[in-house]
């Protein structure tokens, strides 16, 4: 069964053959670039993936990144150019693509979209469905006095005409996209909608969370070109936990509620194997028996981040790699304690040369 299965998985399509039972997953942020830093390791190692290797065979692949804040087939294209591999945007998993799924539920309801630059986000949820957004900044508009710290926004950071009347607007959902550009800002916010009757704002504030928090990404940190790891969405979330804590100390509230999306989240590595099923059956042609290939494939997750990458990899089934490149800092030859990986490196390189050997 084994040599049909591996017949069937070595497809040859116009673009050289493929080895359909070994996918690899890259994380970005530390493993393939370090901020606006490319790194040499990322660029030969994605050139290896697509067929520069002993065996010249090409390797499936996606980036599965915590980032955000731009659409898949942005970052697809600042990855492509950085790194000199093509890449399309049905290779991008970002930290908010799977809560697509969430405007099935709110598409036609009002939701507050909290995260990035400008009105990006609102736009991106805009493309996964979402058809009634609105953002802090809109907010601000409409109130200076919400938010008296900063200049009120300028037209092109709105999402929409200014004039809406927002406290005739009730939120159905609030919707964390990506990294706060204004933690302040967004605090009070998020937490004015949340304890707000009928999650108005402006109306009284009552004594329980009045609609759904989602989140993108809970990485309290990250690796960017600065030496030492920067604060993540996750560290806005510890914000906002201690400050509805606060708010809320002796009127017997709970703690806020809200679901995560991100790595270490299985829905990330769900939304993943789903990209890497339709990469296998486009390059393989119809001989391909996803299902098949499915039970056979091993997925290999490159990251840096234990407590995302790792234990994310470790709980999908999947084969984790950490890079020495990123958030893990251990001494050499260490791996880490709480989410250990099944092998360390150096490098994404490294990484990538270890799982050719290895499906060799
Ligand atoms: O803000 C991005 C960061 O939290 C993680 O990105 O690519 O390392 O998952 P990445
Ligand atoms: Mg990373």
Redesign the pocket.
Known sequence: TSQVSCRRLLQTSTGGDWQLQTAVAF????VLVKGKQALDAGRRALSILSGNNAHGKRIPFVLL???GGVSEAAKAQDISQRLGTPISASQIVLAHSPMQSLARQYGSQHVLVVGGIKNRCAEIARTYGFTNVSTPNDLVAWRPSMWPFMRPPPLDHLSQAPGRDFSEHPFAAVMVFH?SFDFGRDLQVVTDVLRSENATVGRPFVGRQTAPLFMS?E?LV?SNEYPRPRF??GAYHVCLRAMWQALNAGTGMPELEYSLFG?PHAVQYRYAEGLLDQIAANVGGPAVDVAEMRRGRRIYAIG??PA?DIKGANAAGWTSVLVRTGVFNGPPGSNDASNPAAVVVDHVEDAVNWIVDTEA
């Open positions: 994380d970005i942020d530390g990144t915590n980032g990294d990404n990485d990250f993540g969405q790595k840096d981040n995302a």
